[in-house]
């Protein structure tokens, strides 16, 4: 893990806007279901080095779809680990998860951004409910479809306003005025 020293200004808050989106309740559901998919226990050390080196993943990628990643490297070292965790988001991406779900691998490797990780594992345990998986099922709470109901007077108040500010912007926008 490379050393950056502290941080300031927008990088500070950044990183703890990064740091405010982590939730250890997802984080232990995750845990919990990997441990139920792939039949073995975690490490005795915390989520994120239990999956820094990638071999529960590139496990877990094997029991969703057997020989994903048909050989990963179950020494622990840098590079090594490393190339686990782009074997299993590669063996991720053509499970059918979207970039928009996977994490860079320095988010696990140098811990950077642990709610990424835990998101993408949320969105593989949904995908593997798309793709009618047997085994345990990952409920999170997810946003439900709410329909609101506009009344015809809302929206004459909202095109009369519409009308109002589109006259302004024209008459402001004037060619003629500039000359």
């Known amino acids: 893990m490379a050393n950056y020293g502290p941080a300031y200004g927008t990088l500070a808050s950044n990183l703890v806007k990064i740091a405010t989106k982590r939730d250890p309740k997802l984080d232990s559901q995750a845990q919990a279901w990997i441990e139920l998919v792939i039949a073995e226990k975690f490490p005795n050390c915390s989520y994120e080095d239990a999956l820094r080196n990638g071999i529960i993943l590139c496990k877990l990628m094997n029991k969703r779809q057997p020989n994903a990643i048909p050989k990963f490297t179950t020494t622990i070292g840098g590079f090594r680990s490393r190339e686990n965790i782009c074997f299993f ?5 053509a499970y059918g998860l979207r970039d928009l779900d996977l994490f860079q691998t320095v988010d696990l490797f140098e811990k ?9 594992i949320i969105a593989l345990a949904r995908q593997a409910q798309k793709k009618s998986f047997n085994g345990p099922i990952l409920r999170t709470s997810t946003a439900e479809f709410c329909p609101c109901e506009v009344t015809e007077e809302q929206l004459f108040v909202r095109k009369s306003l519409t009308g109002f500010l589109d006259e302004g912007l024209i008459k402001f ?6 000359s």
């Open 112 to 120: 950077r951004n642990i709610a990424q990780v835990t998101y993408c």
């Open 173 to 178: 926008a004037n060619p003629s005025k500039f």
């Open 89 to 93: 988001q590669n063996a991720a991406r």
